[in-house]
């Protein structure tokens, strides 16, 4: 038996005015989405336990199988370990985001223009993590560069667990006064925060970005605080070979945890540039050589965040097209038995432009196997079946054949 996860990052929404009160899913041409609905087990999950804050770490920590109200110990070093960043238990990590902020003065008056400085190239961000690497030096604390707008600040010896901080993306053209850090580590993070400002506003990056009517990134934003993780071995955990395609460092981080092989795609971006066939065609190799495949794209997410309503729907109808039915075609031809389950990790509702924590729709299907179903794969048709599973990180058992659905 062969296991694929399609997994739609953000895919789920609200019904949208935009799109005639209906949601991006629901209005998405998908038909290799629709045709496995027919043939599928469908129904909801709670990805994200109702005491935890809606994201996509503990929620693909609950899609892979782990409980996150266990193991998740923060955001930011999942991702170091992807980028490669030694972490140890002395240290504690967050997740440096480079954004646009306004231009009011002080630094607390300033508006979040953008969470991503207009998706900054790797190689822009690059120059200016290391710029603020040489400015910002001190003992015990360290910034690494990752891709585009994300990257990692490390603080050895260090309180950890008292920060209060907020994602940027949750307050996506809000004022920051209310969201600035808070606790322990509090008023280190917003000097450098503060600092940063003044040292990338007149960055020669940052000037040509302006010229060229791009954002400027003129600030870090901390947030994800976290300590070192430790994951039970997916084969060993589950029995199966895994990999895992992503282009973003915290999904690639908990396949490495894991011990899961991590597959580099070129042209993998995070958002609806992405390279598609890319992804489809590293997943199809690693089913030569591994029993289980999980298929991470963040593009609808990217596009909920940033409330673009057309964007979102491509993004789910490129998802289908050029990743899902080339995969699922392949699987058919090799004639062996093979599973597949398509889902997204939380919602990411246009109209809040933020994660939500709401249970998500699944379809799992079975090739062996033949379930009820529904008509087409949208929350509403999914929901009509009555099958909900509370404790998100159940599914992947039901999924890998290790418990029934009860």
């Known amino acids: 038996m062969k296991y694929l996860v399609m997994l739609g990052d953000g895919m789920a929404d609200y019904p949208d005015a935009r799109l005639n009160n209906k949601t991006p899913l629901a209005v998405a041409y998908k038909p290799c989405m629709d045709a496995l609905c027919k043939r599928a087990t469908v129904g909801l999950v709670r990805t994200v336990p109702e005491s935890m804050?809606?994201?996509?770490?503990?929620?693909?920590?609950?899609?892979?199988g782990y409980n996150p109200l266990i193991c998740y110990t923060g955001r930011s070093p999942l991702e170091a370990v992807s980028m490669g960043v030694p972490v140890t238990e002395r240290d504690i990590t967050y997740r440096c985001n480079l954004v646009t902020l306004s231009e009011e003065e002080p630094y607390q008056a300033k508006s979040m223009l953008d969470y991503s400085a207009g998706e900054i190239s790797t190689e822009e961000a690059s120059q200016l993590i290391a710029f603020l690497g040489t400015q910002l030096q001190r003992e015990g604390l360290s910034l690494h560069a990752g891709i585009s707008y994300r990257h990692c600040l490390k603080l050895t010896d260090a309180v950890a667990g008292r920060t209060q901080l907020t994602p940027?993306?949750?307050?996506?053209?809000?004022?920051?006064?209310?969201?600035?850090?808070?606790?322990?580590?509090?008023?280190?993070?917003?000097?450098?925060?503060?600092?940063?400002?003044?040292?990338?506003?007149?960055?020669?990056?940052?000037?040509?970005?302006?010229?060229?009517?791009?954002?400027?990134?003129?600030?870090?934003?901390?947030?994800?605080?976290?300590?070192?993780?430790?994951?039970?071995?997916?084969?060993?955990?589950?029995?199966?070979?895994?990999?895992?395609?992503?282009?973003?460092?915290?999904?690639?981080?908990?396949?490495?945890?894991?011990?899961?092989d991590v597959i580099e795609v070129e042209g993998a971006t995070g958002n609806i540039d992405t390279n598609f066939e890319g992804k489809a065609q590293a997943a199809i190799e690693a089913f030569r050589t591994h029993d289980y495949v999980y298929v991470h794209v963040e593009a609808p997410d990217e596009c909920g965040h940033r409330g673009e309503v057309h964007n979102k729907v491509r993004a789910i109808e490129l998802i289908d097209e050029l990743i899902l039915e080339p995969i699922v075609n392949y699987l058919?031809?090799?004639?062996?038995?093979?599973?597949?389950?398509?889902?997204?990790?939380?919602?990411?509702?246009?109209?809040?432009?933020?994660?939500?924590?709401?249970?998500?729709?699944?379809?799992?299907y079975r090739s062996n196997a033949e379930a009820e179903g529904a008509a087409r794969y949208d929350e509403e048709a999914v929901e009509k079946s009555g099958i909900f599973i509370e404790q998100g990180y159940r599914l992947m058992s039901v999924f890998l054949q290790k418990e029934a659905l009860c």
């Open 168 to 260: 940027p993306h949750d307050i996506s053209d809000k004022p920051i006064a209310e969201h600035l850090p808070v606790g322990a580590n509090g008023a280190l993070l917003l000097s450098l925060m503060k600092r940063s400002y003044e040292l990338l506003k007149n960055h020669p990056v940052n000037l040509a970005r302006i010229r060229q009517g791009k954002r400027p990134a003129n600030s870090v934003w901390f947030w994800g605080e976290g300590t070192k993780p430790a994951l039970e071995p997916y084969r060993q955990k589950f029995g199966v070979n895994g990999a895992v395609i992503s282009a973003v460092d915290l999904i690639k981080g908990i396949g490495k945890l894991a011990q899961m």
């Open 53 to 64: 804050q809606p994201g996509s770490d503990n929620a693909n920590l609950s899609v892979m």
């Open 332 to 364: 058919k031809n090799t004639g062996e038995d093979f599973s597949v389950l398509v889902l997204p990790d939380h919602p990411t509702p246009l109209i809040k432009k933020t994660h939500v924590k709401d249970p998500v729709p699944f379809l799992l």
